[in-house]
């Protein structure tokens, strides 16, 4: 019985431990402002992996966030100035990116979503998606 108790607490202790965790984690990610997404996006081109591997050329992805709201995304391992595979709109909704594309990331879960972008180190962001639909993305502006 008192083993049961012991393992009991145990448990309970580390389960709490991992909530405190987690919600310190939580905590910590800071996500861009409006005026820092805008000045991220407009006009910028992207290179981003959908693995969160940056530096494999075979994992990334180009995609070109135009001024007008336009967007052109590539297919995965192709070069910045390939022909889009696709195109879309994209927009500022508060905090957050949004994106809608004709045809492709509809499996993956980024034909259309708002993504709120936290910046990793100096050069360096994440993209995550606010419906939980699509995984992380890791990415750095090339332009």
């Known amino acids: 019985?008192?083993?049961?108790?012991h393992f009991a607490a145990v448990n309970i202790g580390f389960m709490f431990l991992l909530v405190v965790g987690i919600a310190a984690e939580a905590a910590?990610?800071?996500?861009?402002?409006?005026?820092?997404?805008?000045n991220l996006v407009s006009g910028k081109t992207w290179a981003i992996a959908w693995q969160r591997d940056l530096t494999n050329p075979l994992t990334l992805t180009y995609w070109d966030f135009k001024a007008d709201g336009s967007v052109c995304a590539r297919f995965v391992g192709g070069k910045a100035k390939d022909k889009c595979a696709d195109d879309g709109k994209w927009r500022l909704q508060g905090e957050a990116l949004c994106w809608e594309l004709q045809r492709i990331g509809e499996t993956y879960g980024y034909k259309s979503v708002c993504v709120r972008v936290r910046k990793v180190d100096e050069r360096h962001y994440e993209a995550i998606a606010q419906d939980g639909k699509m995984a992380p993305a890791a990415f750095y502006p090339v332009k």
């Open 28 to 38: 910590e990610i800071k996500v861009l402002t409006a005026d820092q997404l805008k």
């Open 1 to 5: 019985m008192k083993m049961r108790l």
